[in-house]
């Protein structure tokens, strides 16, 4: 894994968690639920259309995703490349000048709590998107922030999703 060491690095790295109010086995059934996953990130502005037939908790799974990143309009595709259930689901995603590699991981707290974690690296491939992570770099704290706030939102909407269900 390419460290983010400082404004030299072409990649940033992103982690949060969050606890949920289920058991391992539910918490990671509501994460592997993508019709509803895709709709909150709908409501969140993003536009979700799958790319094959599989089923969507199998791996090779694959998603075009468009989206909002700063005012740009962004297009990337999103491939469920590891599923250990109920523990770990991992995604690579590639957007024009970046990839990211994303882990998802389910830690049993109780019978009935579980921590989701979640570790994105999101790596520069063009020289434009380069600047642009170097620049980033100096709003980092920010940028973490941001990060584990929305996390924790994604982890309370999928816990009121399983409590209403």
Do not use: Y
């Amino acid at each position: 894994m390419v460290q983010s060491d400082g404004p030299e690095s072409d990649a940033m790295n992103f982690t949060g968690k969050t606890a949920i109010c289920a058991g391992q086995v539910e918490a990671f059934g509501a994460f592997t639920d993508f019709d509803a996953t895709a709709e909150l990130a709908r409501a969140s502005g993003a536009e979700i259309r799958r790319l094959d037939d599989l089923a969507p908790d199998a791996e090779g799974a694959r998603w075009q995703v468009e989206f909002d990143l700063r005012g740009t309009p962004r297009t990337g595709e999103l491939q469920l490349v590891e599923v250990v259930a109920p523990e770990k689901l991992r995604f690579k995603s590639r957007t024009d000048g970046f990839d990211a590699d994303i882990v998802l991981e389910f830690v049993r707290i109780s019978p009935v709590e579980t921590r989701a974690l979640i570790t994105a690296e999101v790596a520069a491939t063009k020289l434009k998107t380069r600047l642009l992570l170097q620049t980033a770099h100096f709003a980092k704290a920010r940028l973490d922030r941001s990060f584990r706030k929305g996390w924790r939102r994604i982890g309370r909407t999928i816990e009121a999703r399983l409590v209403a269900t």
